[in-house]
């Protein structure tokens, strides 16, 4: 249990909507007192950076600049490092169109490189329509995060990845896929945290998604039940989590049990 780095799921690990989630401020707090380096993993595409850490922030978790990675920075940096100046038609919010723009890459329609989808709370029928031809015209069909459903205060909402399959299933094209559980968006978290990843833990409230991702890239894994993923869900998995607890609480006070 003595890790030297952290990657960090946020939704319904570090927080649910705008409710903190009980033990993320203290977890963070310790690692933070312990300089333990650790960096924030999410899926979901419509933060900024800025809104990232200002929310962390207002729910009293210690996060800066640096410890943000999003699938939409993630997906920004995978089409300039394989197409320095694409072109991109974007369905996604502002976390998404800022993270591209930051590349330098270029935001239009027609005549484009590359559909970008990410989710998007004001999707429309024109949208979807104008995706679809674009992939038919050729363009490469690339999505920020495949999660079908996301935990907030209301319940399981809709995710990015039911926007694409419907975008999938109208043009029979198979998107590539940056966030977890995606190695793509792995790989460049462990470069930015510069940790090896034997010493490193994945954590995070959905198997699909974040468990995967460390057992993709052979980091271990810590599965809490604050989210999406629930303990008889692990009954129908062929990998189970190198750990499960039921809380970010728990495994603080495991890590300070260990650590006597």
Request: charged share 20%; with cysteine.
């Amino acid at each position: 249990m003595a890790y030297n780095g952290y990657l960090i799921d946020l939704d319904g690990t570090i927080f649910r909507g705008e409710k903190r989630i009980d033990g993320a401020q203290a977890f963070i707090d310790y690692l933070h007192t312990e300089s333990i380096p650790y960096l924030f993993l999410t899926n979901n595409s419509t933060y900024t950076e800025e809104m990232i850490v200002q929310k962390l922030n207002r729910l009293g978790i210690n996060a800066s600049f640096n410890q943000i990675l999003t699938s939409a920075i993630a997906t920004a940096k995978y089409i300039k490092k394989n197409h320095a100046d694409a072109r991109c038609y974007v369905i996604g919010e502002a976390g998404l169109q800022q993270a591209l723009l930051n590349e330098d890459l270029v935001l239009m329609g027609e005549h484009c490189d590359y559909v970008v989808v990410g989710l998007d709370r004001e999707i429309s029928y024109e949208k979807l329509a104008n995706a679809c031809l674009y992939i038919r015209e050729g363009a490469h069909f690339i999505v920020t995060n495949k999660d079908v459903a996301i935990p907030t205060e209301q319940g399981l909402l809709p995710g990015n990845g039911a926007i694409a399959a419907s975008i999938a299933v109208s043009t029979g094209v198979q998107p590539t896929y940056i966030g977890k559980p995606e190695a793509i968006m792995m790989e460049e978290a462990m470069k930015l945290l510069g940790v090896q990843r034997e010493t490193l833990l994945m954590i995070g409230d959905n198997y699909h998604t974040d468990i995967m991702a460390g057992i993709n890239v052979n980091i271990d894994t810590l599965l809490v039940l604050t989210g999406y993923s629930k303990r008889e869900d692990l009954e129908h998995v062929n990998i189970q989590p190198t750990y499960v607890t039921n809380n970010l609480l728990d495994w603080l006070d495991e890590l300070k049990r260990f650590s006597k």
